[in-house]
């Protein structure tokens, strides 16, 4: 999927189960952050800007 940076973007779990057992807790990391973004079934994330790498030659 692409998305253009600021555009909203619901992402949804609701649909998941555990097998013999039940969900406790859903947690998101959403990004390279490396911390929870947030909690639930259901978040609302903006899509950011994809960063751009440029190369030099010497």
């Keep these: ?17 555990a097998r013999g057992g039940e969900i406790v807790r859903y947690e998101w990391d959403v990004g390279q952050t490396a911390k929870l973004d947030d909690t639930g079934e259901t978040i609302t994330v903006t899509a950011a800007r994809m960063p751009t790498t440029q190369s030099c030659c010497a």
């Design 1 to 17: 999927m692409t998305f253009e940076a600021g555009e909203q973007v619901k992402l949804d779990v609701s649909g998941s189960y």
